[in-house]
T-cell receptor, first 116, second 109 residues
Framework: NAGVMQNPRHLVRRRGQEARLRCSPMKGHSHVYWYRQLPEEGLKFMVYLQKENIIDESGMPKERFSAEFPKEGPSILRIQQVVRGDSAAYFC??????????????FGPGTRLTVL | KQEVTQIPAALSVPEGENLVLNCSFTDSAIYNLQWFRQDPGKGLTSLLLIQSSQREQTSGRLNASLDKSSGRSTLYIAASQPGDSATYLCAVDGNKLVFGAGTILRVKS
């Protein structure tokens, strides 16, 4: 059973370009979470999605960031018009069920975004 | 708003020592607590998950305890090895994971 997969592992963008980060959850997992780790800072929750639904986006910046988890295919975190402050490691996690009880989240290797 | 604090921020010990990492949280309304390990430039590896109704979990040389009422958890590592060197993260789950800043552990051979 393959783990959570993220690609690309490293992404370099110039200011103003778009960044698309992809996450394929573990087989059988229908719950996906995105977290961001800024340099010298801890991991912060961004968004929680189920198939075709955004459940909690309380950690998402109000502008330029969006996320989706379509019926088919990976979850996508999209950052429009990137700025240097978006440079960070973006981690995706998946779980078999909704938060609560024994619901372990499994993390992918992350995508390291560098904005020039 | 949930806040998670980890003490110490960094720890350097000789190989073979037993050690304790501490985690505290402000809101006891949690479903569970997870301990993770993160190696430099890498993702997170889940070590242990303790449900809110449990007091402790064990895996190999690792033992994690949870005192939900006082908002505390400890991760005990027995007979530390150089391969244990990493950042250890505590995260509480009350609908989403809230992470502490981590403890950077270095085990010297």
């Amino acid at each position: 059973n393959a783990g959570v997969m993220q690609n690309p592992r490293h992404l370099v963008r110039r200011r103003g370009q778009e960044a698309r980060l992809r996450c394929s959850p573990m087989k059988g997992h229908s719950h996906v979470y995105w977290y961001r780790q800024l340099p010298e800072e801890g991991l912060k929750f961004m968004v929680y999605l189920q198939k075709e639904n955004i459940i909690d986006e309380s950690g998402m910046p109000k502008e330029r960031f969006s996320a989706e988890f379509p019926k088919e295919g990976p979850s996508i975190l999209r950052i429009q018009q990137v700025v240097r402050g978006d440079s960070a490691a973006y981690f995706c996690a998946s779980s078999p069920g909704a938060p609560g009880g024994y619901n372990e989240q499994f993390f992918g290797p992350g995508t390291r975004l560098t904005v020039l | 708003k949930q806040e998670v604090t980890q003490i110490p921020a960094a720890l350097s010990v000789p190989e073979g020592e037993n050690l304790v990492l501490n985690c505290s949280f402000t809101d006891s309304a949690i479903y569970n607590l997870q301990w993770f390990r993160q190696d430099p430039g890498k993702g997170l590896t889940s070590l242990l998950l303790i449900q809110s109704s449990q007091r402790e979990q064990t895996s190999g040389r690792l033992n994690a305890s949870l005192d939900k009422s006082s908002g505390r958890s400890t991760l005990y590592i027995a007979a530390s090895q150089p391969g244990d060197s990493a950042t250890y993260l505590c995260a509480v789950d009350g609908n989403k994971l809230v992470f502490g800043a981590g403890t950077i552990l270095r085990v010297k051979s």
